[in-house]
């Protein structure tokens, strides 16, 4: 499974993004998908992640309340609507798909390129 992640730029603070992933090579109709972020010099950190039949999402706290992940099946494809952005969420988001609902990277076995998404203030 090959993905594709799209949708990042330059926006000001309180602005919106939306995020999108689209997969190739494969369906993702039965897998997890998820979307994790890396700053400058910081670890890969956990955004939010969603179980293939659309019924359980879970979100970073940073997050929560700001961002709302989804998927359309029929498109092979997952997406980061990403409200209220702050300086704090700049970053390469990267989307990722796995087997398994989980809040660690090593769970997710097939990644995209990223994103980048910038925050000024």
């Known amino acids: 499974v090959q993905l594709q992640a799209s949708g990042g730029g330059l926006v000001q603070t309180g602005g919106s993004l939306r995020l999108s992933c689209a997969a190739s090579?494969?369906?993702?109709?039965?897998?997890?998908m998820a979307w994790f972020r890396q700053a400058p010099e910081k670890e890969r950190e956990f955004v939010a992640t969603?179980?293939?039949?659309?019924?359980?999402?879970y979100y970073a706290d940073s997050v929560k309340g700001r961002f709302t992940i989804s998927r359309d099946n029929a498109k092979n494809s997952v997406y980061l609507q990403m409200n209220s952005l702050k300086p704090e969420d700049t970053a390469v988001y990267y989307c990722?798909?796995?087997?398994?609902?989980?809040?660690?990277?090593?769970?997710?076995?097939?990644w995209g390129q990223g994103t980048q998404v910038t925050v000024s203030s």
């Open positions: 990722a798909t796995g087997t398994s609902l989980s809040v660690g990277a090593r769970a997710y076995r097939y």
């Open positions: 090579g494969g369906t993702i109709e039965t897998y997890v």
């Open positions: 969603i179980s293939w039949g659309h019924a359980t999402t």
